[in-house]
T-cell receptor, first 111, second 118 residues
Framework: SQQGEEDPQALSIQEGENATMNCSYK?????LQWYRQNSGRGLVHLIL?????REKHSGRLRVTLDTSKKSSSLLITASRAADTASYFC???????????FGKGNQVVVIP | GAVVSQHPSWVICKSGTSVKIECRSL??????MFWYRQFPKQSLMLMAT?????????EQGVEKDKFLINHASLTLSTLTVTSAHPEDSSFYIC??????????????FGSGTQLSVL
């Protein structure tokens, strides 16, 4: 079953702007991950945040996790045209040995 | 970083033929590999979990006789779409979980295979 569910809107922004996307889930998790997918390609792991963490940074990426609201956000700062991709969150539900991926959020960064 | 090689990248076949897709972990061993199917602009749908040396675990609604999975070594899993039909046309992606890494941790993905059945 799909646990992670991103807000469905596609995002189109100008280069240099920040891009924010959200993800919500339904059950208790061990961790939440964000992946990126370029069109017609596989997924690339971006960042993992554990259930006892609230915020994590990696380069231009900032991820937050609110376990009380069962939601996460991914912020890409100072976006670049190369950031154009689909972004998926994935959750590892406790007791379930596999990741459930959300619907994905398509981001287009206009040069 | 860990690399997962998946091929072919794309394949076109006639209806009724079988197609084999390979997923190899190049620089690490993977006890578990996962196979997904993805329709355009949609999320990944887990088809099955492939465990080295044992039978694959299929998700509900996925026909195991239609999608044969073999995980004969710690670095190779194959998915064979048997008697393919146009409705099997899709993007298939594999991922691998490194040996001794806990479940639910980071996965490494292949680049996907676009299957088109005529």
């Amino acid at each position: 079953s799909q646990q992670g569910e991103e807000d469905p809107q596609a995002l189109s922004i100008q280069e240099g702007e920040n891009a924010t996307m959200n993800c919500s889930y339904k059950t208790s998790i061990n961790n939440l991950q964000w992946y990126r997918q370029n069109s017609g390609r596989g997924l690339v792991h971006l960042i993992l945040i554990r259930s006892n963490e609230r915020e994590k940074h990696s380069g231009r990426l900032r991820v937050t996790l609110d376990t009380s609201k069962k939601s996460s956000s991914l912020l890409i700062t100072a976006s670049r045209a190369a950031d154009t991709a689909s972004y998926f969150c994935a959750t590892d539900a406790r007791g379930n040995n596999r990741l459930a991926f959300g619907k994905g959020n398509q981001v287009v960064v206009i040069p | 970083g860990a690399v997962v090689s998946q091929h072919p990248s794309w394949v076109i076949c006639k209806s009724g033929t079988s197609v084999k897709i390979e997923c190899r972990s190049l620089d690490f061993q993977a006890t578990t590999m996962f196979w997904y199917r993805q329709f355009p602009k949609q999320s990944l749908m887990l088809m099955a979990t492939s465990n080295e040396g044992s039978k694959a675990t299929y998700e509900q609604g996925v026909e195991k006789d239609k999608f044969l999975i073999n995980h004969a070594s710690l670095t190779l899993s194959t998915l064979t779409v048997t008697s393919a039909h146009p409705e099997d046309s899709s993007f298939y992606i594999c991922s691998a979980s490194p040996l001794r890494q806990g479940f639910g941790e980071k996965l490494f993905f292949g680049s996907g295979t676009q299957l088109s059945v005529l």
